[in-house]
């Protein structure tokens, strides 16, 4: 009789701690998911955010907005980059992540705030997160105009306007 009593109050335990953790798993599941990452890197995130910040992070994202999801995107990008490794192989590996993901891999003023917000028990400084930002964005945004006029120019593809303007 004491057996079905543990084992009662066992299966509730565990029911209930997936029925209240399971907003936070969906949502960071949602972004793991569409970065292709392991788990580690937001729940790692989310654990030094503080429980406020945690909550409303998780709140934000756990929409089906695609918005709200690019956005958190960000913020784990400023977090990687800006507090966990600022190297420049780790820079690259995450500006990968995200135009593989299929998101603007620009850091906009608005997720530098928002970012800002999130990460405030972290008490980051905003003239930092400004500069990495304008650094970040230099860097790809010339990068990638390199990479298209090389592209352009050794590839034996013509676009069809350009096509049209010839003949």
């Given at each position: 009789m004491i057996w079905l009593m543990l084992a009662t109050l066992a299966i509730v335990f565990v029911v209930g701690f997936q029925l209240l953790t399971a907003r936070s798993r969906h949502a960071a599941q949602a972004l793991n998911k569409r970065l292709g990452l392991p788990p580690v890197h937001i729940e790692s995130m989310l654990s030094l955010m503080g429980k406020e910040a945690a909550k409303e992070f998780i709140d934000y994202i756990a929409g089906d907005n695609e918005a709200h999801l690019q956005n958190g995107a960000m913020v784990l990008l400023i977090w990687q980059v800006l507090i966990v490794d600022g190297s420049e192989a780790n820079t690259l590996r995450w500006h990968g992540i995200l135009s593989k993901a299929g998101f603007s891999a620009?850091?906009?003023?608005?997720?530098?705030?928002?970012a800002l917000g999130f990460l405030r028990q972290l008490e980051p400084d905003s003239q930092e997160l400004h500069a990495l930002r304008e650094q970040y964005n230099a860097r790809f945004t010339q990068q990638g105009i390199e990479l298209e006029g090389e592209?352009?120019?050794?590839?034996?593809?013509?676009s069809l306007s350009d096509w049209r303007q010839r003949h």
């Amino acid at each position: 009789m004491i057996w079905l009593m543990l084992a009662t109050l066992a299966i509730v335990f565990v029911v209930g701690f997936q029925l209240l953790t399971a907003r936070s798993r969906h949502a960071a599941q949602a972004l793991n998911k569409r970065l292709g990452l392991p788990p580690v890197h937001i729940e790692s995130m989310l654990s030094l955010m503080g429980k406020e910040a945690a909550k409303e992070f998780i709140d934000y994202i756990a929409g089906d907005n695609e918005a709200h999801l690019q956005n958190g995107a960000m913020v784990l990008l400023i977090w990687q980059v800006l507090i966990v490794d600022g190297s420049e192989a780790n820079t690259l590996r995450w500006h990968g992540i995200l135009s593989k993901a299929g998101f603007s891999a620009l850091i906009s003023r608005q997720q530098l705030l928002l970012a800002l917000g999130f990460l405030r028990q972290l008490e980051p400084d905003s003239q930092e997160l400004h500069a990495l930002r304008e650094q970040y964005n230099a860097r790809f945004t010339q990068q990638g105009i390199e990479l298209e006029g090389e592209s352009a120019e050794a590839s034996n593809l013509v676009s069809l306007s350009d096509w049209r303007q010839r003949h």
